[in-house]
């Protein structure tokens, strides 16, 4: 094959995983109000900052080559606030986004990298579970499983999941191995989708009672935000990964205050909040955003157990 005719299969092929599940299927996709795994993580990361890794993968299933662009995963790097993080996508466009052997190796070998780089990790949640043709006998389903690679993180780097739609199966287990969980309004995850329950069981239930979000906030505790739009539940990603270092060898970085207040003004404030009459209840809220820079808290899991407030925050610059 001559060089150009070698350029223009490159390019064949670069345009074709691009293209991801299709027109027909990204003008669905577009029709509900939700944005696709491409648009997710331009809107995640800094601009025009991600390489993709494992564009040009495919299904090794014979006869898939064509329908699985990218294997129904896209994965690479890019910068949040000026610092790389590896970022995975969920291609629901893809067979519904569930997930193959390919996809899967290089899901894990990206994760790897992120591991030995320093690199924080995000997964960006929309998938069906696994592709039964991929996870057949002993082989298929250990070259499917994700917890030999995401146990060695051992908490070396970030991770931070989002649950961006239907997700059953993978995505579940990435937000349960994650730091932090924000999810979609409107959106469920669980092990499996209602109609495999409802075969299992014999029990009919719905997205919502299975894994919305509001069970998950205030049940289970495996949510610690949710939000209204994808946008915002990206945007607290980018805040949340903000007051950490990129890994364990690292500091924090160091933001100052947007509004210095001086120590005077501060107990001052605290006289007017905290009652003099020990058994008299006031916000602990109110408090804790006096001793901290801007008054900005970024409270995790704030409807489970409301009895505690755990909160990230920032005190002379430093979270």
Known sequence: MEATDRNEELARRRAHALAMGGAAKLQRTRERGALNARERIARLLDADSF?????????DVPGMEARTPADGKVVGVGRIDRRPVLVKADDVTVLAGAGGRIGSQK??????????????????????????????????????????????????VPMAAAILGECFGSPSWHAAFADFVVQLKGSCMAV????????ATGEKVDNEALGGWKLHATVTGLVDMAGETEDECLAMIREFLGFLPSHAQQLPPRAEPEAPESVAARQARLLTLVPEPSRRAYDMREVVRTLVDDQHLFELKPLFDRSVITTLARIDGHP
């Open 51 to 59: 390489f993709e890794l494992g564009m040009l993968a495919h299904s």
């Open 107 to 156: 899901s894990k070998t990206a994760v790897q990298l992120a591991i030995d780089k320093g690199y924080p990790i995000v997964n960006l949640g929309e998938a069906g579970g696994a592709r039964l043709p991929d996870i057949q006998g002993s082989d298929g389903l250990s070259s499917m499983t994700v917890g030999t690679t995401f146990s060695k993180r051992l908490r070396k």
């Open 192 to 199: 499996s989708g209602p109609r495999v329950l409802e075969i």
